[in-house]
Structures are given as C-alpha cells and as structure tokens.
C-alpha cells in the first residue's frame, strides 16, 4: 500500500486537483483506490459524486467528517487490499498537527503555484516540514509539482531555481489548462478525457507517475503492490 498526502498549507494551490486526477488515474489502471479528504470545503468528495458508476470505481472517505454512530475506526476503514492511498489534506496545517499529517504519508506531493506569494509561502512550508515534521529523518519522500504553469515567464524560472537550492525534485509541470476543469466538473481524470487535445496535458502528468511509483519498488513485502 502506497500512502500519498497532497500538502500545502496555502489554499488555492491545487491540491485537489492533483488528488483526484492521481485517485482517478490509479482506479483506471485497475489499482485498488481509495480516495481520503480532509478538508473542510470536500471539493474531493463533490468530485466522486460526479463520477459515472460505470467508471473504475474509488472509495471516498470523508476524512472531515464526524459521523455519529459511526467509531472512527470504521469510517476511516480502507478497502481490502488497497493499494493506493491518495490523501487531499486541508489548508493551514502546522505544529502537531502536520507531524501526524507527515506520519500518515509515505510520500509527500506539494503543489506550488508559480508566483512569488506562493513561491515565498512554499519555501515557509517546506522549512516546516523539514524542521517540524522531520521527513528526511522519517523517510518521507517529498516531490514539487508546479500547477498552473506558463513556462515561459520569469516567475517560474525563479520557481526553478528556489527548488535547486533547497535539492528538491520539480516532478511535473501542469499546464493553466481548461481540460482540467472539463474532467472535473464530469468526476473524471485528466487521463479519462477523450481527444487529441487532451494528449497535451496527460502528458505533464505521466512524470508525476513515474515517480510515484518509484517508490513501490522500495516498499516492503507487506506493501508491495499487488
């Protein structure tokens, strides 16, 4: 079982975005998904209910909520041998709080979008998870993905540079592209879309997966994807 956290403290940087589209990815792959959301907005759990049955099926948990009746255990319970764990966590998470988000993740994607707010947000945050929620020293992977990219704008090339200075991995580069509001307003991945105009961007994405899932391959026998 691969556990992945979507984590910025920083709202309106894509992190459901990014979770859906892996979520939705890895059930067309014919993987077993589950699909946790965190945050209080449940934009994760509006995207399931979109989806047609017909498509490769995804567990949604409602992570934000309280069910009562219900012990936590239970609704927290994943399927029988999943295999993919995608987590969509909240906004502003830090202090205690993000050492237990960092303990529930065997690797970490971190949406950052190309401006200097966000660029100087991100370099707090990333300070915090090295400090606070100590993932080198825990073995947590840790990889950039930059969303809403113009590439050609000095802004990003800042971007790229911050990253090198700090030895982080810039593992995808997503496009501003209306393609991604079309898959989700449908409950679909980008990768679900039909058309050559989507090629274009399913194609950002297919680093992300690739490094993903390099890390199965240094998971345990227990964890190994089956």
Not at 107 to 136: C, N, Y
Not at 145 to 161: I, M, P
Not at 190 to 215: K, M
Request: aromatic share 6%.
């Amino acid at each position: 079982m691969q556990r992945i956290m979507v984590l910025n403290a920083k709202g309106g940087c894509g992190k459901t975005t990014i979770a859906t589209n892996l979520a939705g990815y890895f059930a067309d792959q014919g993987q077993v998904t589950a699909l946790l959301d965190y945050d209080p907005q449940g934009s994760s759990m509006k995207w399931l209910s979109l989806r047609d049955a017909r498509r490769p099926g995804i567990q949604g948990i409602a992570a934000y909520q309280r069910r009562q009746g219900v012990t936590r255990a239970f609704q927290m319970q994943l399927p029988y041998k999943v295999q993919r764990v995608v987590i969509d966590a909240p906004s502003g998470v830090s202090g205690l709080q993000l050492v237990d988000y960092v303990q529930s993740a065997d690797t970490i994607i971190m949406p950052v979008l190309p401006s200097p707010i966000d660029i100087h947000a991100a370099a707090h945050f990333i300070q915090d998870l090295l400090l606070i929620g100590k993932i080198r020293m825990r073995g947590t992977r840790l990889g950039i993905v930059a969303n809403r990219v113009r590439e050609n704008t000095l802004v990003f090339k800042d971007l790229e540079q911050f990253l090198n200075t700090l030895g982080l991995p810039l593992v995808a580069t997503l496009r501003d592209s209306h393609n991604h509001l079309r898959a989700a307003e449908r409950g679909l991945a980008i990768h679900e879309l039909e058309g050559s105009r989507v090629v274009p961007d399913r194609e950002r994405w297919a680093p992300l997966v690739r490094w993903l899932n390099e890390e199965t391959v240094g998971l345990s026998s227990s964890q190994q994807l089956a």
